[in-house]
T-cell receptor
Framework: DVKVTQSSRYLVKRTGEKVFLECVQD?????MFWYRQDPGLGLRLIYF???????EKGDIPEGYSVSREKKERFSLILESASTNQTSMYLC??????????????FGPGTRLTVT | LAKTTQPISMDSYEGQEVNITCSHN???????ITWYQQFPSQGPRFIIQ???TKVTNEVASLFIPADRKSSTLSLPRVSLSDTAVYYC?????????FGAGTRLTVKP
């Protein structure tokens, strides 16, 4: 089974802090994604990565950056956390060459609170 | 990027068949239709994917009419554990987006 893990389930940070959210997948997937989920808005794509050292902006990249130095790890960085970044953050991975290539595998999520 | 419209919420009872319809009027030729399920405090889980006509797996069926402007996810004989949010996504492999989803509540 594919496993996607995220570094924390719950995180509380102060405004202005630099925040790192880590995601690791164990299935050698090329593609990885970061979403945030807010009530009534569904999941919104922040950034995605096709492969190591590659990144593409999603729909709401402002205030975020990402890093993909190794294939299995995709990090989301909040350079200076703000209260409007309080949200559930979900990481996913996908193998575009697999038969079910549209299937993304999600981690359990990190609920971030910025005070 | 095809935009989707789904009902915000639906209620059903155990043992009933549930059909959730998704509208996607501007679907493109290369777009696929994919459905995910999300339980509280978990990430979404892939259910089914299709391009046209009907697709069935052990969990659900997906019906897509010839014009592909809508699709219907069918869950046979739901149970309480099917209470979740269901998302319809439409797009090609590099351009799929989640909407707000449909919150399905199954009652005893």
């Amino acid at each position: 089974d594919v496993k996607v893990t995220q570094s924390s389930r719950y995180l509380v940070k102060r405004t202005g802090e630099k925040v790192f959210l880590e995601c690791v997948q164990d299935m050698d997937h090329e593609n990885m994604f970061w979403y945030r989920q807010d009530p009534g808005l569904g999941l919104r794509l922040i950034y995605f990565s096709y492969d190591v050292k590659m990144k593409e902006k999603g729909d709401i990249p402002e205030g975020y950056s990402v890093s993909r130095e190794k294939k299995e790890r995709f990090s989301l960085i909040l350079e200076s956390a703000s209260t409007n970044q309080t949200s559930m953050y979900l990481c996913a991975s996908r193998s575009p060459g697999h038969l079910s290539s549209y299937e993304q595998y999600f981690g359990p999520g990190t609920r971030l609170t910025v005070t | 990027l095809a935009k989707t419209t789904q009902p915000i919420s639906m209620d059903s009872y155990e043992g009933q068949e549930v059909n959730i319809t998704c509208s996607h009027n501007n679907i493109a030729t290369n777009d696929y239709i994919t459905w995910y399920q999300q339980f509280p405090s978990q990430g979404p889980r892939f259910i089914i994917q299709g391009y046209k006509t009907k697709v069935t797996n052990e969990v659900a069926s997906l019906f897509i009419p010839a014009d592909r402007k809508s699709s219907t996810l069918s869950l046979p004989r739901v149970s309480l554990s099917d209470t979740a949010v269901y998302y319809c996504l439409v797009g090609d492999i590099n351009d799929m987006r989640f909407g707000a989803g449909t919150r399905l509540t199954v009652k005893p």
